[in-house]
């Protein structure tokens, strides 16, 4: 079993930033994929950010690339997302995921074997 604890959201205005974590517990972390996902309001999960196992690949979804950064400390068994420039339209709840069964980065949902509780982040205009 494996547990995904978020944290680092909240309340700021368009321009601002924030930095998510996602703290992770359970099985060895360097072995997940990992994945930043966010769900608005009457929308559907969507894809963020993602980072292969040993940190050296990453991919962004076309909305936030040039904004957000996503990286990881295996370390500390811990995922962040660096979010600068943020937008109204970034508000969100925001999930990090883990994938332990494939070795590339995947953007579908459906590919990530653990979820976190979520963290809200909302952007002021």
């Known amino acids: 079993q494996v547990q995904l604890v978020e944290s680092g959201g909240g309340l700021v205005q368009a321009g601002g930033s924030l930095r998510l974590s996602c703290a992770a517990s359970g099985r060895t972390f360097s072995n997940a994929v990992m994945g930043w996902f966010r769900q608005a309001p009457g929308k559907e999960r969507e894809f963020v950010a993602a980072?292969?196992?040993?940190?050296?690949?990453?991919y962004y979804a076309d909305s936030v690339k040039g904004r957000f950064t996503i990286s990881r400390d295996n370390a500390k068994k811990t995922v962040y997302l660096q979010m600068n420039s943020l937008k109204p339209e970034d508000t969100a709840v925001y999930y990090c995921?883990?994938?332990?069964?494939?070795?590339?980065?995947?953007?579908?949902?459906?590919?990530?074997?653990?979820w976190g509780q979520g963290t809200q982040v909302t952007v002021s205009s």
């Open positions: 995921a883990a994938d332990f069964t494939r070795p590339i980065i995947s953007s579908s949902p459906r590919a990530y074997d653990y």
């Open positions: 980072i292969r196992r040993s940190g050296g690949s990453t």
